[in-house]
């Protein structure tokens, strides 16, 4: 990978951004190489922006992004759990080819170093990169004297030249969930570029949500005066437990009759983190480069117990839609047509190799990538179609309890194959249950025992697909 070419310093609370002397190589942005911003949500169910029908919480900035650029109802995440998906996202693989089967639980298990990621090629290309918020991935347990372990692969190692994150670490990160003080305290566990973030950072004292929002500005600003694009991959911890309340004015403006106290909490963190959007989105028009930024935000999963889904089956751990479909919402003004709906099959997957298109880097062949971009549907072509796709794949260990407030649909599932509008859930290959989701999109007819070959070549293909990918 590219040496680094920059690096950031702190002086008196302002972020510093050393850019390198070599202006040799430098490249100016330009509709063909968009600033890409990347913002993932923790948690977020297919109906929880107020564009897909919240009846809870007002998104306005993120319906501004929808407004302003493209809207798809039929986004998938790679899988019902955070760490497999994170893993899709970056390499635009599933999960299952890197061994991970369920979300990494703060034990030594991490995102091999081996893999290829979309940070990593966009960094060879002269993109600037930085991570902020949740990583998920493994690699973010620190020694006595607050530095990260540096036999763990961790942001630096998978192409960021930046980062700032939370420590990932027992029992500190169990105790903060089980005080609810995550969020409120999130700051005091911060890691940055290796390091724990001491007391006399002006981040340590900050709700985790302003602090990844407040530094992912500063970020920008820093990336913006320089001469090269950059690529900025926010991932919000929003809304995830602990539920806690947001600060003001979030806590009273979702204030309503007849809730609980913590869908109020719920609704409040969602707001939050729809306002530090909307000062992302400020920023860009200040500084002139939101016409050639590509923004594009998702969720890691379906909705987890407060969230909402609508009619949808399922939730959080479990693999009918309710745990997997997930908004998604992209704008890049000097390419994307503003005030398009798709309701075209997209893939968490798909996310690198639609970047890398936009950015012009060829992603490598032996990278043998499992998505296919969306940036020509995103222009306004055709989306690719079902046949170019071909069979898609879902893995996740059994989770016998949903993160719901009712219990997980049966029977279980632990692998999905569609193709097209059929759905496949089987039980460790086992076919247990078949949807047409274009004429049963919230999976109420099991009709598994009318399509016997269409049963028997999806569960092949999956059978295929499981032996050749573990």
């Known amino acids: 990978m590219n040496d680094l070419k920059h690096a950031l310093c702190f002086a008196a609370g302002t972020l510093v951004l050393l850019l390198g002397t070599d202006s040799s190589s430098a490249e100016s942005p330009s509709a063909s190489r968009p600033n890409i911003i990347m913002l993932l949500a923790d948690d977020l169910g297919y109906g929880d922006l107020s564009c897909f029908g919240s009846p809870a919480v007002k998104t306005p900035h993120l319906d501004r992004l929808a407004n302003e650029g493209k809207r798809f109802t039929h986004f998938y995440a790679g899988s019902a759990v955070c760490t497999p998906t994170r893993a899709s996202v970056l390499t635009g693989r599933y999960p299952l080819r890197f061994g991970i089967t369920k979300h990494f639980n703060d034990v030594n298990r991490w995102l091999p170093e081996s893999a290829t990621t979309v940070a990593e090629l966009l960094q060879d290309a002269g993109y600037r990169t930085a991570h902020v918020g949740k990583w998920h991935l493994g690699g973010l347990h620190v020694d006595d004297q607050g530095r990260r372990l540096n036999n763990q692969p961790g942001p630096r190692q998978h192409g960021f030249d930046v980062y700032q994150t939370q420590i990932e670490q027992q029992p500190v990160r169990g105790r903060m969930g089980r005080d609810r003080t995550l969020f409120r305290q999130g700051g005091t566990v911060l890691l940055r570029n290796d390091q724990h973030v001491g007391e006399d950072d002006a981040y340590h004292s900050k709700h985790l949500t302003d602090a990844n929002g407040d530094f992912a500005i500063e970020l920008i600003e820093g990336f913006a005066a320089g001469d090269k694009p950059f690529f900025l991959n926010l991932w919000w911890l929003v809304p995830h437990k602990p539920y806690e309340p947001a600060p003001e004015p979030h806590w009273s403006n979702t204030a309503a009759e007849g809730i609980s106290d913590d869908q109020h909490r719920f609704r409040s963190m969602v707001q939050h983190m729809d306002a530090k959007v909307g000062e992302i989105l400020g920023k860009l028009d200040e500084l002139g480069i939101a016409d050639n930024t590509l923004v594009l935000f998702t969720s890691d999963n379906g909705a987890a117990f407060e969230g909402f889904i609508g009619d949808l089956k399922g939730g959080k751990t479990d693999l009918h839609d309710g745990g997997i479909r997930v908004p998604m919402v992209v704008r890049w003004p000097a390419a994307i047509p503003a005030g398009q ?99 049963d999109p919230n999976e109420q007819q099991n009709v598994i025992d009318n399509h016997p070959d269409l049963v028997a070549s999806l569960a092949a293909e999956l059978e295929q697909w499981l032996s050749t990918s573990k």
């Open 341 to 439: 709906t798709s309701d075209a099959f997209g893939h968490t997957n798909d996310l690198l190799p639609t970047f890398c298109e936009a950015a012009g880097v060829e992603v490598p062949s032996e990278l043998s990538i499992d998505g296919m971009s969306l940036l020509p549907h995103m222009k306004g072509g055709p989306p690719p179609s079902d046949e170019a796709r071909g069979t898609v794949f879902w893995q996740l260990d059994l989770y016998k309890k949903i993160q719901r407030h009712y219990p997980k649909p049966k029977p279980f599932a632990t692998e999905v194959a569609m193709r097209g509008k059929w759905k496949l859930l089987a039980l460790r290959g086992n076919p247990v249950e078949l949807f047409d989701v274009e004429a």
